[in-house]
């Protein structure tokens, strides 16, 4: 058994130190049993996007899954060595299968992750309210791309606002600006050096009319054109 542990009963977690392999816990009341027995927790990633899976195998009560995310960073870091609780954001929801005795499978994914680390787990909540929760097995991290590359804007059209993904698997110098299709430069959406990983520009062109417009790209030895639709 463990030597020494903490509970937070706001959160209704308990945390326990000196394990040396996996072991499972829940913390609950003998008036609200907890509605889940849950089987496996599992992540892939492809590229800068992360599949989770669980699978329950059997269901009592059950409302949901709340999906939540915390990145790993400096800030965390520092939390954790003071003792305090670690900064989880919601990032979705799941309906869970009510009453159910057979295995049931779910999956999430989440998009578009910048380079980094990142920790998830699952709120499991019954439609009393009761919740407990289940962390994902180790930490997630999202490299840096292995190319140069820019996405077409999305959603294209667009009113007034749109997103460029780029990849940079190098730390580069980075220009993304807007022209008309006369070639006269608009807005300057990228102008900086930037280390290597995935991001997202946003474009802001409510001041600009109706019509066509393209975008250039260039990174390293690497430029691309591309062309976006503004409909008011």
Known sequence: ???????????????????????????TDSDAPLPVELSSFTSSVTGRNVNLKWVTASETNNAGFEIQKSVVNSQQSLRRERGQAEMWTKIGYVTGSGTKTTPTNYTFDDRKLNTGKYNYRLKQIDNNGNFEYHNLNGTIEIGVPTKYDISQNYPNPFNPTTKIDFDLPFDSKVSLKLYDMSGRELLTIVNEQKPAGYYTAQVNAGNLSSGAYFYRFT???????????MIK
């Open 1 to 27: 058994m463990p030597g020494q542990y903490t509970i937070d009963a706001g959160n209704k977690t308990i945390t326990v130190y000196g394990l040396s392999s996996f072991s499972h816990f829940s913390y």
């Open 219 to 229: 990174a390293g030895n690497f430029t691309a054109t591309k062309k976006m639709l």
